[in-house]
Nanobody
Framework: QVQLVESGGDLVQPGGSLRLFCSASGSISSIYAMGWYRQAPGKQRELVARVTNGGTTNYVDSVKGRFTISSISRDNAKNTAYLQMNSLKPEDTAVYYC?????????????WGQGTQVTVSS
C-alpha cells in the first residue's frame, strides 16, 4: 500500500505560478513512476505529467514548456513529487491528483492522493 498526500493548490491569477507537492509513504520501494493528473468540472481526468525512476518525463501537450515535474528518490524509490506550474492559464483550473504507480510480482497498481484544487482566475 502507498499513501499519497498532496499540497500546494491555491487561487492564482493568470500568468502566475504554483508548485504542487506530493509525499508518498508506505511501500514506496515498489513505486516506479509518479505523476500528476487533473480533472476539471465536466471533463475526464487527464494525465498532466509523469516521471519514472529512470528520469523519463512526459507531459500533456497543453502544459509543455510551462510545467515541470521533478521528484526526490530515497533508496532508489521515488517518495516525493513536485509539479512546478508557470504561466498558468484559466484552462489549467482543475483538481490536481498525485498518482503513484507500483509494480510488484508483475502486478501494476495505481494509487491516488485526495486531490488539491488549483484555480486560475483574475
Amino acid at each position: 500500500q502507498v499513501q499519497l498526500v498532496e499540497s500546494g493548490g491555491d487561487l492564482v491569477q493568470p500568468g502566475g505560478s504554483l508548485r504542487l507537492f506530493c509525499s508518498a509513504s508506505g511501500s514506496i520501494s515498489s513505486i516506479y513512476a509518479m505523476g500528476w493528473y487533473r480533472q476539471a468540472p465536466g471533463k475526464q481526468r487527464e494525465l498532466v505529467a509523469r516521471v519514472t525512476n529512470g528520469g523519463t518525463t512526459n507531459y500533456v501537450d497543453s502544459v509543455k514548456g510551462r510545467f515541470t515535474i521533478s521528484s526526490i528518490s530515497r533508496d532508489n524509490a521515488k517518495n516525493t513529487a513536485y509539479l512546478q506550474m508557470n504561466s498558468l492559464k484559466p484552462e489549467d483550473t482543475a483538481v490536481y491528483y498525485c498518482n503513484a504507480r507500483t509494480l510488484d510480482w508483475g502486478i501494476e497498481l495505481d494509487y491516488w492522493g485526495q486531490g488539491t484544487q488549483v484555480t486560475v482566475s483574475s
